[in-house]
C-alpha cells in the first residue's frame, strides 16, 4: 500500500500514475476538495503553459478547452481526472507528522487517525503556506494589507493606489489585473527580475524550452539568455535591474522567473510604476529606500509562499531531506533509513510544473514498483 498525501494536481498524477499501474494507494486530502488551492486563486489565472503539454498522465484535457487552460477548466479537469483513475481521496486528513516505525514502514499522523503504508509520497505542493512578512510598520497603515491568496480580483480598488510586494509571476499578473480594473498600481521590487515572455512572436515558448531542456546547460543557457535580450532586453531603466544570468541558470536553482502575460508592456508604457524596496510603511503612505514617500489605500503581499514540510518531517528527517529553503533535495533518497519516501511537485522547471510532475511520478512511480514487497 502507498498513501499518498494531497490531492492537488502532484497528487492526483502520482494516483493516477499508480492507478495505471493497478497499484493500491490511498491519497489523504487535508480539505473538503480535490484541488482545493486552484478553486482559491486569483480569478484570472490561467496555466501558463500549453494544454498539450500540461496534462495529467495518461488523461488529455477536453478538446474544447483553450491552448492556455483557465484556473477553473483545471478544476473541472481534476475532478474529471479523479473520476477516470476511480480516485476517492480521504477528506479533512490533514497530516501532522510523518515517521518512521521500528519495523520500517511509515506512520502518517493526522489530525483525527493513524496510517500506516510501505511508501509514502508526500505532494502537498509547492506553495502551501503563505509567506507573510512584516513590513517594518505595518501595524500604523490604516488601509488594508492583504497577501495574495486573499485576492481575487481589482475590482475592490477601483480609482485606488493600490502597491503589490513582489515580483514574481503572481505579483505581475495581479499588477495587471489591478490596472484592468481601474486600480492605479505600483510594484515593489528588491532586485534585479527575470523576465520570459509566455509567447513569442505569437507562439507559445514552452514547447521551445522542453527541446532546449534535452541540451547541455551551457547550450540551453546561451539560448535562453539571447532570447531574453532580443524579447524582454535591459530593463534596468524600468527598475527591474538587470539579472547576472538566465532564466534557465535561475530556474535550476529555485528562482522563479516572471513569466510576461503582459505586464512589461504596461511597465514600460508607464501605467504601472516599479518602486524599489520598502523602508518602512506608514499611516497612509509607504516609504522607499530611494527616498521616496508615496500614499497608497492598500496593499497587496506577493511574497510566495513555502511549502511548510518541517513541522510534518521533524528535525531528523527535515535535516537529511530539505535544502535550505525548505524544500526536498530529490524525489527519493537511497538511505535505508529513508526507503520508501518520495516526494513530488516541488520544482519549478521552465518546461512547466505539471509537465514536469507527469515525468517526475513517472519515475517514483517505477521506483515504487520495483521496490515494493507485495506484487500488484
Not at 38 to 56: E, G, P
Not at 165 to 171: A, K
Not at 241 to 266: E, M, W, Y
Not at 291 to 308: S, V
Request: hydrophobic share 40%; aromatic share 10%.
Amino acid at each position: 500500500m502507498t498513501i499518498i498525501i494531497g490531492a492537488g494536481p502532484a497528487g492526483l498524477a502520482m494516483a493516477g500514475q499508480l492507478a495505471h499501474r493497478k497499484r493500491p494507494f490511498v491519497v489523504l486530502e487535508a480539505s473538503e476538495y480535490i484541488g482545493f488551492s486552484w478553486r482559491n486563486h486569483y480569478d484570472r489565472l490561467h496555466l501558463h503553459t500549453v494544454k498539450q503539454y500540461s496534462a495529467l498522465p495518461h488523461l488529455p484535457y477536453p478538446a474544447t478547452y483553450p491552448t492556455y487552460v483557465s484556473r477553473l477548466q483545471l478544476v473541472e479537469y481534476m475532478e474529471q481526472y479523479a473520476v477516470h483513475f476511480n480516485i476517492k481521496p480521504l477528506f479533512n486528513q490533514h497530516v501532522v507528522s510523518i515517521r518512521r516505525t521500528a519495523t520500517g514502514r511509515w506512520q502518517v499522523q493526522t489530525q483525527t487517525q493513524t496510517f500506516e503504508a510501505e511508501q509514502v509520497i508526500v505532494s502537498t505542493g509547492y506553495n502551501r503556506i503563505p509567506n507573510k512578512p512584516e513590513l517594518p510598520g505595518q501595524q500604523a497603515f490604516r488601509g488594508i494589507i492583504w497577501h495574495s491568496q486573499e485576492y481575487r480580483n481589482g475590482a475592490p480598488f477601483r480609482g485606488e493606489n493600490v502597491l503589490v510586494v513582489g515580483m514574481g509571476n503572481t505579483g505581475a499578473e495581479l499588477a495587471l489585473d489591478l490596472l484592468e480594473h481601474g486600480a492605479n498600481p505600483c510594484i515593489s521590487v528588491r532586485g534585479p527580475v527575470n523576465i520570459v515572455k509566455r509567447d513569442i512572436m505569437g507562439k507559445p515558448a514552452q514547447p521551445t524550452a522542453i527541446i532546449l531542456n534535452r541540451f547541455p546547460n551551457w547550450f540551453y543557457d546561451l539560448v535562453t539568455g539571447l532570447s531574453q535580450k532580443m524579447t524582454v532586453g535591459n530593463l534596468s531603466r524600468y527598475g527591474l535591474g538587470k539579472p547576472d544570468h538566465p532564466a534557465s541558470f535561475d530556474t535550476r536553482r529555485g528562482k522563479i522567473p516572471v513569466i510576461d502575460l503582459g505586464t512589461l508592456d504596461q511597465i514600460k508604457a508607464g501605467r504601472i510604476t516599479v518602486l524599489p524596496g520598502i523602508e518602512r510603511v506608514n499611516t497612509k503612505t509607504v516609504s522607499f529606500t530611494d527616498g521616496r514617500e508615496l500614499a497608497f489605500d492598500a496593499i497587496i503581499l506577493a511574497t510566495g509562499y513555502r511549502p511548510g514540510l518541517a513541522p510534518i518531517l521533524g528535525p531528523d528527517l527535515s535535516d537529511r531531506i530539505l535544502n535550505q529553503r525548505g524544500y526536498p533535495k530529490q524525489l527519493w533518497f537511497d538511505q535505508p533509513e529513508l526507503e520508501g519516501l518520495y516526494f513530488l511537485g516541488f520544482t519549478t522547471p521552465l518546461t512547466g510544473i505539471i509537465y514536469n510532475l507527469t515525468i517526475d511520478s513517472e519515475k517514483i512511480a517505477r521506483h515504487v514498483a520495483k521496490n515494493n514487497s507485495i506484487p500488484a
